[in-house]
């Protein structure tokens, strides 16, 4: 991406293993809501950080083709050998281990002198380029995590771990009750997902996982919460076609007059976080993981009527963590429950990507796009040396 909704096809050179990296193939990317508002215009600078031109893609699966002696050794996240031919999924950023959060090990929070973030920054005009997974091929930096994807689990399954791995942490942090006046989310709880791309969706899939009792799901696209219905959603409600007034007061109806004990901000949009303010019931949680790229949108808030008066729990995830082992697993024990490959509504290859990427801004026609570099399984890649 170059600019604003513009992208065009670019050839690289062929990146240079050493004894600390690694190559590679990339099979399977997603496109993330990131992306997306980044090719709407609505995000120049990540962490105060240009952006352009950047090679895309930081939800990767991949499989390893070289791999340096020092990095096979300590690349894998569980200290697993790793070798060419191994199966991998890529952590998304590189901390520095020296800083404040990074000692004190927030696994949930960006350290405060970031290496680099794969498929964002540094951008691609800065050797050896190939750092995103809209590539054929990566660089993988001395430092990086991977996580070795079990044999049983199919590629289109394990490339949802990078946003499964938020809804993980969301749901983590969400389970942190106080059992003596009823706070926090547990099982039979009700939870109301606002909005429901691939993030909303793999978010009540998680509620569901915990055990959540009334589930409800809003969006503006039919397609999305037609695809909420078909994963966990008990109740459906159009924001294209209702007032934020009208749904919390269906919600109330459908919460004995309370609001929901937990709603989740997934649409990414600041409205949206007052709307689940207003949603949430008294001593409710509210998680808000939708708003991910800096914009200048704001939107006013009275801290009386929507947090003190209430009591409410509200907690921010911005952040995949790095340990996703917990998560292969849980993927690996929830396929057969839930058709997370199901949630894939294209897959294009890299020409295709850039002559359609504004699919990802109309959600009535899309759900997730997931891009394959080398197009179905044996075609031969084009590899530039």
């Known amino acids: 991406m170059t600019a604003p909704g513009t992208m065009e096809m670019r050839t690289y050179p062929y990146p240079q293993c050493d004894h600390d990296s690694a190559i590679l193939r990339v099979e399977m990317a997603g496109v993330c809501g990131s992306d997306k508002h980044i090719f709407k215009g609505e995000a120049s600078s990540i962490r105060g950080q240009s952006i352009f031109p950047y090679i895309g893609g930081h939800e990767v699966v991949g499989t390893i083709v070289e791999i340096g002696g020092n990095a096979a050794r300590s690349m894998d996240f569980d200290h697993q050998p790793l070798r060419p031919g191994d199966r991998v999924a890529l952590a998304v950023e590189v901390n520095c281990g020296t800083c404040w959060y990074c000692r004190h090990h927030y696994n949930n929070t960006t350290c405060d002198n970031q290496v680099m973030a794969y498929g964002i920054h540094p951008n691609a005009d800065t050797a050896p380029y190939l750092r995103g997974g809209f590539a054929e091929y990566m660089y993988i930096m001395p430092g990086t995590s991977l996580f070795k994807i079990p044999e049983e689990l199919p590629t289109d399954v394990a490339v949802f771990v ?4 938020v809804a993980y942490h969301s749901l983590a942090r969400a ?3 106080f059992a003596a006046v009823k ?6 709880d ?3 997902v606002l909005g429901n791309g691939p993030l909303g969706l793999l978010h009540g899939i998680m509620a569901s996982i915990h055990g959540a009792g009334l589930r409800i799901a809003t969006d503006l696209a039919d397609l999305r919460l037609a695809k909420a219905r078909e994963m966990y959603a008990d109740v459906a409600i159009n924001a294209a076609r209702t007032s ?3 749904r919390v007061q269906q ?3 459908l919460t004995e007059g309370v609001g929901a004990d937990l709603v989740i901000e997934s649409a990414g949009e ?3 976080f007052i709307e689940a303010l207003d949603m949430v019931r008294k001593g409710g949680t509210v998680i808000e993981v939708g708003n991910w790229v800096e914009t200048d949108k704001t939107v006013p808030l009275n801290v009386m009527k929507h947090i003190a008066s209430k009591n409410v729990h509200i907690h921010s995830v911005f952040h995949c963590g790095t340990n996703w082992r917990p998560v292969l697993n849980i993927l690996r024990q929830q396929a057969p429950r839930y058709p997370f490959a199901a949630l894939i509504s294209h897959r294009l290859g890299l020409d295709e990507l850039a002559a359609k990427m504004g699919i990802v801004t109309n959600p009535n026609e899309c759900v997730k796009v997931e891009v394959v570099p080398h197009g179905a399984p044996g075609a031969l890649p084009r590899r530039q040396r």
């Open 162 to 165: 990078e946003e499964m791995a």
């Open 175 to 177: 389970t942190q009750p």
């Open 183 to 188: 706070e926090g989310f547990g099982p039979g």
């Open 251 to 253: 919600v109330r109806e």
């Open 190 to 192: 009700s939870v109301a």
């Open 270 to 272: 600041p409205e949206v």
């Open 244 to 246: 934020p007034e009208a």
